[in-house]
């Protein structure tokens, strides 16, 4: 922050708080939004030889923004996360543009690199079933197991972020036939519960030796704290081993499992877009690309070839 204009300090910092108060932008977005335009700022203090006041910033060309581009290819960017940097500078410039009054053409023109967008890679249904049995034969504690089944039932049966699963305090229990989760960027969302996640939650309840607090978290680590995801991310990398899957069967793979296996049963898109709290119809579409190479994947295999 130390090559960026204090002008130009105090116009971040400010936009900063306008995202948090009024787009509800969660902390982990605020976080990237605040590297990805302060790497941009110091950029240009140093492609100009001089920091970059307001009046500068309006001054700032195409050409100025290819150097930009460019650059970050130099230091070994992906293309989706300069696409991401990118976005993000188009944001603060829109509302930079509105506040002080330039046209800010050259900056919101600036093309995205292309990038291959990654499908979701979920677990066949056998695949999925078997990693929660498994994950149960990573402790020798039982409420230990019952524990990490709980949260991989959570995922898989409901959908949930891990994050979202180990938010839940306390208070949430026994859980109820439908959860009130806030996810990104502060969007509510209600899930339904199925009887194997309310009863995967009970079990570990009666085993943990742990009191059940209402202002407390619902999983708690080995010593009594908030579980670490790295606990549940190393009982499924153990698990997954002994099965035989691929590194994709993450804890999100299993959010990805709940989504591609709903759609495939006759879901509809919509539905799955509230239950997932995906801000966008687009993100959810990604599933109806896998259940297609899926399908396709079973017609190179079966069909008759002349």
């Known amino acids: 922050m130390s090559l960026i204009s204090p002008a130009c300090r105090d116009a971040l910092q400010h936009w900063l708080d306008a995202q948090k108060a009024l787009a509800g932008s969660a902390k982990n977005t605020i ?18 030889g001089a920091p970059q006041g307001l009046g500068a910033l309006e ?28 976005s993000a500078v188009k944001t603060f410039y829109r509302w930079l543009a509105e506040r002080e009054g330039f046209e800010p053409t050259a900056v919101l023109s600036a093309r995205a690199p292309k990038f291959q967008k990654k499908l979701p890679r979920p677990l066949a ?25 709980a949260v991989v039932t959570l995922l898989y049966g409901c959908g949930l972020r891990i994050s ?3 938010g839940l ?12 989760i806030t996810g990104k960027g502060g969007k509510e969302r209600v899930v339904p519960v199925i009887d194997a996640a309310r009863n995967a939650v009970a079990t570990y309840l009666r085993l943990s030796p742990y009191p059940l607090e209402a202002d407390a978290p619902l999983f708690r680590g080995v010593r009594g704290g908030a579980l670490n995801p790295g606990a549940i991310q190393g009982a499924m990398a153990r698990a997954r081993a002994q099965l035989g899957l691929p590194a994709s069967a993450t804890p999100h793979a299993m959010r990805h499992s709940f989504a591609t296996h709903l759609l495939a049963a006759g879901g509809d898109l919509r539905s799955i877009q509230e239950l997932l709290g995906h801000a966008s119809l687009s993100t959810t579409q990604a599933y109806t690309a896998v259940d297609t190479a899926r399908l396709m994947e ?9």
Not at 34 to 44: G, H, K, R, T, W
């Open 59 to 86: 001054r700032i060309t195409v050409s100025d923004m290819r150097a930009w581009m460019a650059q970050a290819r130099k230091d070994g960017i992906a293309a989706r996360s300069l696409a991401r940097k990118l």
């Open 164 to 166: 979202e699963a180990l």
């Open 31 to 48: 976080t990237a939004y605040n590297s990805d335009v302060a790497d941009f700022l110091s950029f240009m203090t140093l492609h100009k």
């Open 298 to 306: 079973v017609y190179e295999r079966t069909h008759p070839k002349a």
């Open 169 to 180: 305090k306390g208070a949430d229990a026994p859980l109820p036939a439908t959860l009130r």
């Open 125 to 149: 249904e056998d695949a999925a079933r078997a990693m929660i049995d498994t994950v149960e034969l990573q402790s020798t504690t039982d409420w230990v197991a019952a524990r990490d089944v």
